[in-house]
């Protein structure tokens, strides 16, 4: 008698486990996905070699009437530089993040950049601070393996794409904002420095 009814409560408790296994994997089932898919429309795609992806950005940054933000690992192609100058000088909030050690050799366009009044910090959060990254305006990334280098320009293979989508700009307006909080104030051009003679 008791043997059956230790049976008898075993086999229940195996169905209610059985049964409550069966409808959580149902509730798993029917839970509502979310869906993580941001759209964008692709406005450019430059490819190096040939050529041409700077002209194409210029053409981007020119047109900003509002926000750029750039992360950038190397910067060194004067004419981005100047664009971005310009829409500062134009009323343009314009926000540049470098890698820190690789910003201390840009002779050349930190002296544009904070002449022309564009907020510029140095990253040394990170090892390498790798990022090719432009947001214009709340509304387009530009993002792809080019930075903004003579030889990304002239000599390396190189690609980049321009985007327009508010929530994807959104995205990576955030990932800048975390790292211009830890990045540090660049307000004087780095001293080039000469070869000691021999």
């Known amino acids: 008698m008791k043997k059956s009814i230790l049976l ?12 409550a296994n069966s409808e959580t994997t149902k509730a798993a089932k029917e839970a509502p996905k979310t869906d993580a898919t941001i759209k ?8 190096s070699p040939p050529a ?11 047109g900003a009437k509002k926000s750029i933000q750039v992360m950038a ?25 470098q890698d820190g050690p690789t910003a201390a ?52 293979a190189e690609n980049m794409i321009v985007l327009r989508s508010a929530p ?3 995205q990576y307006y955030k990932n800048f904002i975390s790292h211009w909080e830890r990045s540090y104030p660049i307000t004087s051009a780095p001293e080039r420095k000469t070869a000691k003679p021999n």
């Not at 075993?10 to 169905?15: A, E, G, L, N, P």
């Not at 041409?52 to 020119?62: E, F, P, S």
């Not at 690992?73 to 993040?97: D, M």
């Not at 910090?121 to 903004?148: C, E, L, P, Q, W």
Request: proline share 1%.
């Open 168 to 170: 994807l700009a959104q």
């Open 8 to 19: 008898l409560l075993s086999t229940c408790f195996i169905v209610q486990v059985a049964v």
């Open 40 to 47: 964008a429309e692709v406005l450019s795609v430059f490819f």
């Open 105 to 156: 050799n840009n002779f050349d366009v930190i002296p544009i950049l904070l002449k022309g009044g564009v907020a510029l910090r140095g990253n040394k959060a990170h090892r390498i601070f790798h990022n090719k990254v432009m947001i214009i305006d709340g509304d387009i990334v530009v993002t792809g393996s080019y930075n903004f280098t003579n030889s990304a320009e002239k000599s390396n």
């Open 73 to 97: 690992y190397s910067f060194t192609y004067v004419e981005i530089a100047e664009a971005l100058a310009r829409a500062a000088k134009r009323g343009v909030e314009v926000q540049v993040i």
């Open 52 to 62: 041409g992806a700077a002209k194409g950005l210029i053409r981007y940054l020119d």
